[in-house]
């Protein structure tokens, strides 16, 4: 079976991610080195490498492959940038993050997927990725600034707490919108209070909750 796990993560590689511009060799190397099949439920990992959502459980869905890769492309990380990550879900996206980061912190409002997620990366020994709970809304200052923040839950807008925890010339990708449609956007801080903001197209995500 772990054979076909690599034969499939090539195939996602090849047919999903570079034909529709996933360029980068550190993205590409990471989703390459990530076994996904282990952060899916154990009755779907035939499905783990499908160009699609997958749930999880708690209402909450793991990314499809592609929007992982490109929210970590447009995040443009770096070998020593800081990441944060908003809405653990299933780790997987801090797991390809800190294949190419320093340090992931990931942060989750609910505790049973967060402790899911840590169970399978302290298994792989991802030992770069700090898990908190709480709200994803409020970021973590304690641990910032970041170079990036990564978001899997859509907000309306890009919460002020996430551009003040945001370093000089640091980056945010997030969905934003409602029900009725979300946009990827990109939004790098070009300044102390002047920001760089650029669609990436349409997606869907689940709702991005505050818990204030």
Partial sequence: MGNEHEQARERMLRDHLVPRGITNVRVLAAMGAVPR???????????AYADHPLP??????????YVVALTVQEADIGSGDIVL??????????????????????IERI???SERAEAVLRALGYDNIELLVGDGTQGATE??????????????????TWTEQLAPHGRIIAPIGG?????????QRDSESSYIETDLGGVRFVPLISDG
């Fill in 111 to 113: 505790a049973e997927l």
């Fill in 179 to 187: 029900r009725n449609g979300q946009r990827l956007r990109s939004v």
């Fill in 85 to 106: 990550d908003v809405g653990t879900g299933s780790g997987y996206a801090a797991a390809v993050a800190s294949r190419i980061a320093t340090r992931v912190v990931s």
């Fill in 143 to 160: 641990h910032g600034p970041y170079d990036a923040i990564i978001s899997a839950a859509a907000a309306e807008r890009i919460p002020t």
């Fill in 37 to 47: 099949e282990l952060f899916v439920p154990e009755n779907l990992r035939e499905s």
């Fill in 56 to 65: 999880l459980g708690n209402g909450q869905t793991i990314s499809q492959p």
